[in-house]
């Protein structure tokens, strides 16, 4: 079993940044991938950034330049440094691991960042 603790979310301005931060308690193996997605309002539930162990990081191309995805091992943690916030980054974020290979989801239980013109 995994729960995941998220942190960060906000109100901001266009243009500037927010810190995501999410914690993973319990059992974490290779083969594991942490990651974000996040869904607006109407709309589908999509990946931002994903971090697979040992592997190399990816991202939607509406974010790409502008978010960076690192975790820390040590503590189960990943974050997702937003930069250059646009108001069309509106959206609850959600923080999820795969605790690893064949392994179901894990999911946070969201975090609202809200980007205003």
């Known amino acids: 079993q995994v729960q995941l603790v998220e942190s960060g979310g906000g109100l901001v301005q266009a243009g500037e940044s927010l810190r995501l931060s999410c914690a993973a308690s319990g059992s974490i193996f290779r083969g594991n991938v942490m990651g974000w997605y996040r869904q607006a309002p109407g709309k589908q539930r999509e990946l931002v950034a994903a971090?697979?162990?040992?592997?190399?990081?990816m991202y939607a191309d509406s974010v790409k330049g502008r978010f960076t995805i690192s975790r820390d091992n040590t503590k189960n943690t990943v974050y997702l440094q937003m930069n250059s916030l646009k108001p069309e980054d509106t959206a609850v974020y959600y923080c999820?691991?795969?605790?690893?290979?064949?392994?179901?989801?894990?999911w946070g239980q969201g975090t609202q960042v809200t980007v205003s013109s």
């Open positions: 999820h691991v795969r605790p690893g290979i064949g392994l179901r989801n894990y």
């Open positions: 971090s697979p162990s040992g592997g190399d990081s």
